[in-house]
């Protein structure tokens, strides 16, 4: 069942006795020719390719001709997705790769008329076993650019930002569109990933929607799962005169993130304005991303520092005892395997919350630091100088976002990547306990629920 129309196999002797033994190459000139022994691997430069968004970051690629792709014969059996392989109902794998015998290779290797690839696998002491590969299955599988925009590459691209940057990139809809309409809905998802925030307007300026429902509960349900805290499911930032917490009093609060203390601090936070009538409180807001970014391109040596230093940051009050260390920029590990040609880096998170910062845990007294790490001032001068730099960019006008919490306004950031604060106010005479003159409701959600729902509304 070849086309020797449209694509043929080609096959080719195995020059290494092990290791990479695969390499299908559909061209459409040769003609097919069968598999007769194992020992043979498959040469595969297909025509089709993924068409990439161009808002990807890395498009450069993307104009790069069609190429012969080696598979590891264990990588390409391991991804058969075929219902004894994987289940059509659960989506889970029914086998462990460990399983896979490592000897396994192709014994037949057919392209269809439907231009899908057959492959018999064989292996000694084993059951030969069939997998069929659409031609997009084989290009992505072989393409780490396209296996990287499969899972990465949103209907928006990220874009780092500062006052000027974030003006006219800020999304902004009222409370029953994105209740009510899918494309205003996917507007601000896909705001909230581009530049790490975005607004939900008129909105009751209640703690509670007329159905009951907590507003800012409703509204973050809608992208995904609450992520319960010691704080709750929601819950409130009003000026009470025993703060627990440094955000319940009327002080300025410093840019910061959330529960950092936690291994798995939340992605996203959402916070209601149900009222206010203070004097000051404006809300600041300032992208980690872009500072960090700036470090990156000025001064390498400081980005390290901030990459490896680890920060503790503990909540150790009222019963409750969390800590957890990390440095202030996490990047993505695995990022780089992707492609050579991807940038040099990509930042997972920042971690920044001086409020809840612990005394250092780690490499800080001589007895800790390896020789061979120490700088001329030593790690912690090092992360030291670092850390300053990065303040003082955080801390520049031009790269902060202030808005002043309007009743009825929502607002939704990434809270590993957007830093919040609030201005220092003052509360009216009249304010009591009853009629809170600043009353703001928040929840969080994970950042894996909003991943996900950024790419199911991205179509990936
Ligand atoms: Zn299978």
Redesign the pocket.
Known sequence: MLSSRRAVVRLTRRTASEGIALVPRISTHRPAQPSRRHGYSTTCTTEHRRPINPAAIVDAVTAASPKDIRYDNVFLRDA???N??VNPSSKQKSFSTAQLPADVHPKMTSLLDNGDVMIKWTASGYPD???TYTPQQLQRLGDPLARYNARWNFAKPQLLWNAEALEGNLVSRSYDKYLSDDDAFKDVVMGLYSVGIAFVTDAPAAERDTDGQIVVEKLAKKIGYIKETFYGTSWDVIALPDAKNIAYTSVNLPLHMDLLYYESPPGIQLLHCVSNTADGGESVYADSFRAAKIIHDRDPAAFKALCTFPITFHYDNDGHHYMHSRPVIELDPFYRQYHPSMPEYKIRCVNYSPPFQAPFDHHVTQSEIEPSTLTEHGEFREFLRAYKMFEEILYTRAEQFEDKFMPGVIALFMNRRVLHSRREFKLGSSDTAQEYGRWLKGTYLDIDSFYSKLRVLSGL
């Open positions: 058969c997705s075929c004894l392989c076993h069939v997998s």
